[in-house]
């Protein structure tokens, strides 16, 4: 696939990109990709009405509300509305805040429907939008995050919190084909969203790793908005000299913005998450899980735990001691701890109070983590040791992967559990059937009045 051609003969990525999104037609979506959008949607709506309930918003919005008198779009289950790009960016936080929103894992690790739904539901309450032009711009916007990212082998590797980062370019795209943007325009919006893309690693386990999320939104719709109105921008800020995939990552691989698109999505291939913690511990859960689940364990005679992962868990969650709800989710002594204590690592089990648990405390002392490079990083082998006998288990792929999917049923139980304590179960159960027959709705942005 080639198009656009520069003066030097090399192709034109972004340009090339630009130009199939524009082109892309509901009717092209096939009943997979389809479906494949209704589950992130259900799935993304619940997290962030969950992550809602934390305090963390609160202070954001607050702030906001400092500064703006606008009260133009809905915040999900905060019963007040904000300015369409305040409202992004709170919503885009809340659906990140809990790490429990979906996780796409080919060769990125993107959380790509909190920047982009929350971009869109906002953007839909200033234009209406009909459910085939909502899926297919959220469908469009996915796909360019993970794109980026596949351009950008060592994006992650050199710190940058990808949701941030790449975030900003699905936001932007998404926005940009439900407004109905040209192919030129769609160009300006990712180079628009790629000057502004931001976000770092250092920041996990504090209330910046969301908030990533929520500038994400908000700049997605500015960076689309500005487009429409004739801002412009670079016509490469993927594959230039000083573009994206060359500053941002020290490998590049720009022809994968354009490589076989079109043949099938990326959206297709999402992740979601049984559990409130970043995804590459979820391997090592469903291992403690598996062996809790074998005995009646007393915790006081066990002498270790042995976990063996893949290397990329380590550098990301080798916190041994947290020091909050939120710095637990990216802790594998944590993790290992509560998964075997509790048999779960829902919200409850990353909470301040769960850290401090004595309980806990005393287990995490008990285990030892290694890397292996073997090992995948949807696979985990976990061992535990008493005086009296020693149980091993090894998990071929994480639950909720796209080899150990969540069923339908397994998203709607986990929408309800996080929607109805905030929305009510009436309102829970009435939002999860609009969405699987969303596509059908003239105007997306009255789902909302359900959720407020």
């Not at 009260?71 to 007040?80: A, F």
């Not at 999505?265 to 689940?293: M, S």
């Not at 990083?377 to 061992?383: F, G, L, P, T």
């Not at 009435?430 to 596509?439: C, G, L, M, V």
Request: hydrophobic letters at 40%.
């Amino acid at each position: 696939m080639g198009m656009h051609i520069k003066e030097d003969g090399s192709p034109s990525y972004t340009e090339d990109f630009s130009a199939h999104i524009f082109k892309t037609k509901f009717e092209d979506l096939s009943p997979e990709t389809v479906h494949a959008a209704k589950r992130g949607v259900l799935d993304w709506i619940g997290c962030a009405l969950i992550g809602g309930q934390h305090s963390t918003p609160d202070i954001l919005i607050d702030t906001l509300k400092e500064n703006s008198t606008d009260h133009q779009s809905i915040v999900l289950g905060r019963n007040t509305s904000l300015s369409y790009l305040d409202a992004a960016m709170v919503n885009g936080q809340m659906g990140h805040l809990l790490d429990f929103d979906d996780t796409h894992m080919g060769g990125v690790v993107l959380h790509a429907s909190s920047p982009t739904l929350a971009a869109l539901f906002s953007e839909s309450q200033r234009q209406p939008s009909c459910g085939k032009n909502f899926l297919l711009a959220y469908v469009c916007g996915f796909e360019a995050g993970v794109r980026v990212g596949q351009s950008s082998p060592a994006h992650h590797a050199g710190g940058w919190h990808l949701t941030g980062t790449l975030g900003h370019f699905s936001s932007a795209v998404a926005v940009a084909k439900l407004l109905g943007l040209n192919a030129g325009q769609i160009t300006h919006a990712m180079g628009i969203a790629g000057t502004q893309a931001s976000g770092m690693q250092q920041n996990r386990g504090t209330m910046c790793k969301s908030f990533h999320a929520g500038k994400a939104a908000a700049n997605g719709i500015l960076s689309a908005r500005l487009a429409m109105r004739g801002f412009d921008s670079s016509l490469e800020i993927i594959e230039g000299k000083r573009g994206f995939c060359r500053i941002y990552s020290s490998t590049s691989a720009p022809e994968r913005m354009t490589s076989e698109l079109g043949a099938s999505w990326e959206i297709t291939r999402n992740g979601f998450k049984p559990y409130a913690c970043g995804v590459v511990l979820h391997p090592a859960i469903d291992a403690l899980i598996a062996l809790r689940q074998l005995k009646s364990w007393d915790l006081e005679s066990i002498e270790s735990i042995e976990v063996k992962v893949n290397p990329l868990v380590v550098s990301i969650t080798g916190t041994q001691n947290p020091s909050s709800g939120l710095h637990s989710k990216f802790s594998i002594y944590h993790s290992i701890a509560v998964a075997f204590i509790d048999g779960k690592a829902g919200i409850e089990q990353y909470s301040d109070h769960k850290v401090l648990d004595p309980q806990v405390e005393n287990l995490r002392q008990k285990i030892s983590v290694t890397v292996d490079e073997s090992l995948q990083r949807d696979q985990a082998y976990a061992c535990i040791k008493t005086k009296a006998e020693s149980k091993e288990v090894f998990i071929e792929h994480a639950n909720g992967t796209v080899d150990h999917p969540m069923s339908d049923q397994d998203l709607i139980q986990k929408f309800l559990a996080n929607a109805s304590p905030v929305i009510g179960p009436e309102n829970a159960q009435q939002t999860q059937k609009k969405i699987w027959s969303i596509e059908q709705e003239q105007d997306v942005s009255k789902l909302l009045l359900l959720c407020k």
